[in-house]
């Protein structure tokens, strides 16, 4: 049984940092793509960072520069380092795993089930 269980969140100020993590069992990451997606209340959900095989990396334009995602693949386990945290950046982040890397859901077929991020000061 494949799963993905999100760590790391919690409450962070403005300007702060913070970093996810988002380990699989079950599963060898190493062919496929990881996702990061967030979730704010009230909106959808929205691509936030992508990584794929090769390691090429696709973001948000409201992450960039801001956020790194990462892979260890030795450790089965992707990372999205959050800098410079805003306001805007709370919500639900969720982890993925699929085969393109693309920034869109559908592109993804196993889903963890969230960890939380508050940004407040």
């Known amino acids: 049984q494949v799963q993905l269980v999100e760590s790391g969140g919690g409450l962070v100020q403005p300007g702060g940092s913070l970093r996810l993590s988002c380990a699989a069992s079950?599963?060898?990451?190493?062919?496929?793509?990881l996702g990061w997606f967030r979730q704010a209340p009230g909106k959808e959900r929205e691509g936030v960072s992508s990584?794929?095989?090769?390691?090429?990396?696709i973001y948000a334009d409201s992450v960039k520069g801001r956020f790194t995602i990462s892979r260890d693949n030795a450790e089965n386990t992707v990372y999205l380092q959050m800098n410079n945290v805003k306001l805007e950046d709370t919500a639900v982040y969720y982890c993925?795993?699929?085969?393109?890397?693309?920034?869109?859901?559908?592109?993804?077929?196993?889903w963890g089930q969230g960890t939380q991020v508050t940004v407040s000061s």
């Open positions: 079950g599963l060898g990451l190493d062919l496929y793509a």
């Open positions: 990584i794929n095989r090769y390691y090429g990396t």
């Open positions: 993925a795993v699929g085969f393109s890397g693309a920034m869109r859901e559908s592109a993804y077929v196993v």
